[in-house]
């Protein structure tokens, strides 16, 4: 297979750059920067495979200059950055990469909920500091048996509610349609949840419904005292309504992982004690990145050789 | 019901307060309205004098913090029947001169159970997932020059050994089991129906884990429990959390595994000389320091002022103790 192109759209793993160099013609999207229609049109023929991530997806314009383009297979699970009703159209396939990055979300999100509530990282840069000769941190606030809510009832949000049950908290949900086979309270009004919730995950999957299902109304149902985990994509939460909220105490702190302009987080967030910010890390570790890897690749080498996609979106 | 007129302090029940001057909870107001609270910082008449005067009518006795409870000090107090600490922790109280007197003890080690477990549960994914390092990251505006930031290590699946499956430590077992994290233990006595594996000793536990939770009591035995022996054993990767005393590990070796990268990380909330933390931590991204704090929120203090209260009262009408630890 090592005369078929595959096209990598930035990087995002080298160990997936190089199992992918070892078995396809890969193509480096970045090694080509300016200018990208050029050299689109250069080689545009012999790539049949794009390895996209959250970044960068396959977007209408990438597939239209790509004529014999069979398959998109992200090493990713949200499928946002990929034209979807374009490759349903050109009979593309596409592949994602869920299930295995499903623990480490959830344990994120856990930890992000944790680090806020009990002030973790605070404390540390506390400690660090050497204040605490002067005196005691002062108190925090208990995670154990708060009511936790999560928009989003999938994989990712199921993961979230086993762990927060560990802990004595009370679970409800929001999604597009109650879930059957669940003890959980069901809101199908959003804003309803996070009045009833002290700390709302967003877990769910970036579509046109869901963009910024996070806005003022329900910032301010959530409160001064609410916690917002957002483990899904920025464009979940209005950012500039969110730190508005934070910045007023309107909102009682916030655990993010994801920015609507990432890498870019708003600086006034910068000063806040009240809030944890990490940079788009949700399946970053060692054992995940290297599971994700594989699965893109097994996907690529099924459609290759005429076999079924592991994963298949499309 | 009658309406209670505020009882003459005098008619009510006498505890002394025991705590480091500078130490106090705020539990007055609580304790004053139900029992006659004798605390000789806030007297002007000098400490030695304060306590002569009162100790033919000390039965009880409430420690706050640190304050040493010697053999010298129950000497002091020839009719103390009872300790009622505001600590999980029972180092500071010589436990063995309190049997010999048949002074009994109770710890608040149940009310605290459910913060501390947090705690560590928050400090372990903190050090395996890097948050505090990556919001350090993020706030200090340091876009990475190259384009990947460093990866973390999946929680699932790791191997965890808790030392000391008490109050604590089962509720810790219990957030991490949800993880999917396989649990054992290490302890004192092997624990009946608990489905967790049992070591007999610390460094086996550290051998077959990739995880230490630290959740026992200092004494004796445990002084030192984890040394640079068990912290090799535990290899590479591994990863202690401390949410029990600073000297359940030596404290030197842990700061030399860390550096010098025998161990993969640690998360800490005690320390051997509070609140001095050794300063070669500071630079380290695969450790996170908490003050001292696991305990800290308005709920345990809540609990432990009602879990203090409830032994106290039922110590003074004659009835079971709610938390008392038993003399081993």
């Not at chain 1, 396809?24 to 970045?30: D, E, I, M």
């Not at chain 2, 029972?90 to 947090?118: K, M, Q, W, Y």
């Not at chain 2, 600073?246 to 595994?257: A, F, P, R, Y």
Request: hydrophobic share 40%; aromatic share 6%; net charge negative.
């Amino acid at each position: 297979m090592n005369n078929i192109g595959v096209l990598m759209t930035c990087p995002m793993s080298e160990y997936l750059e190089n199992q992918l160099e070892n078995r396809f013609n890969l193509f480096k999207l970045w090694n080509h920067s300016s200018p990208k229609p050029d050299f689109l049109k250069t080689h545009s023929s012999s790539i049949k495979a794009v390895v996209g991530n959250t970044k960068i997806g396959a977007d209408a314009n990438m597939i239209d200059s790509l004529p014999n383009l069979e398959i998109v297979a992200s090493y990713s699970d949200g499928l946002d950055k990929i034209d979807l009703g374009k490759c349903k159209e050109k009979g593309i396939k596409v592949t994602n990469t869920p299930d295995v990055l499903t623990d480490d979300v959830a344990d994120l999100g856990i930890g992000l909920a944790l680090a806020v509530l009990r002030k973790i990282c605070v404390c540390d840069r506390f400690v660090r500091s050497g204040n605490w000769i002067n005196g005691d941190f002062a108190l925090a606030s208990k995670f154990s048996g708060k009511s936790v809510g999560i928009v989003g009832l999938g994989r990712i949000g199921s993961a979230i509610a086993k762990r927060a049950e560990a802990f004595n908290c009370s679970i409800s949900y929001h999604s597009r349609s109650k879930k059957p086979n669940t003890n959980y309270k069901y809101y199908s009004n959003i804003a309803d949840l996070a009045a009833d919730c002290q700390i709302l995950f967003v877990a769910c999957a970036l579509t046109e419904e869901t963009h910024h299902i996070i806005n003022r109304k329900v910032i301010d149902a959530l409160g001064p005292k609410g916690i917002l985990i957002n483990i899904g994509r920025g464009a979940h939460v209005d950012e500039p309504e969110l730190v508005s909220a934070l910045l007023e105490g309107r909102l009682g702190g916030a655990g993010l992982d994801v920015y609507e302009n990432e890498p870019n987080v708003p600086e006034q967030l910068f000063s806040l004690e009240n809030i944890v910010l990490v940079p788009h890390v949700g399946s970053d570790t060692e054992e995940t990145s290297k599971a994700m890897a594989d699965l893109v690749i097994s996907n690529l080498e099924a459609h290759f050789k005429c076999k079924p996609l592991l994963t298949p979106v499309l | 019901m009658a309406d209670k007129e505020a009882q003459q302090p005098e008619e009510l029940p006498v505890v002394f307060l025991h705590r480091p001057p500078s130490f106090i909870l705020p539990f007055g107001d609580h304790l004053r309205s139900q029992f006659h609270v004798l605390d000789p910082y806030e007297s002007p008449e000098p400490y030695d004098s304060f306590l002569a005067r009162h100790a033919p009518s000390i039965r009880a006795l409430m420690t706050m913090g640190p304050a040493l409870v010697s053999a010298e000090f129950l000497d002091r107090l020839p009719v103390l029947e009872l300790i009622v600490a505001t600590s999980a922790g029972l180092d500071h109280v010589d436990l063995p001169a309190c049997r010999s007197r048949g002074i009994v003890v109770t710890n608040a080690s149940s009310a605290f159970a459910e913060d501390v477990a947090d705690c560590a549960v928050g400090l372990l994914i903190d050090v395996l997932r890097r948050i505090s390092a990556a919001d350090r990251f993020v706030r200090g505006r340091m876009l990475p020059v190259k384009e990947t930031y460093p990866l973390g290590f999946k929680l699932g699946g790791k191997r965890v050994g808790i030392v000391g499956l008490g109050s604590i430590g089962s509720e810790v077992a219990k957030r991490l089991s949800a993880f999917g994290c396989t649990i054992a233990y290490t302890s004192r006595n092997k624990k009946q129906s608990v489905p967790f594996l049992f070591y007999a000793n610390v460094r086996d536990l550290a051998a077959n884990s990739d995880v230490l939770v630290l959740c026992c009591a200092l004494t004796k035995e445990t002084y030192h429990l984890v040394n640079k022996d068990v912290m090799v054993a535990l290899g590479k990767e591994g990863v202690i959390i401390n949410v029990g005393r600073g000297s359940l590990i030596n404290e030197k070796e842990l700061v030399q595994c860390l550096v010098g990268g025998e161990i993969g990380g640690a998360g800490l909330d005690v320390y051997e000389n509070e609140p001095n933390v050794p300063k070669e931590l500071f630079g380290l991204d695969n450790v996170v320091l908490s003050p001292h704090s696991a305990g800290g929120t308005p709920e345990g203090f809540e609990a432990v002022l009602q879990l203090t209260v409830g032994n106290l009262r039922a110590f003074f009408s004659n009835k079971p103790l709610v938390s008392e630890v038993s003399n081993e």
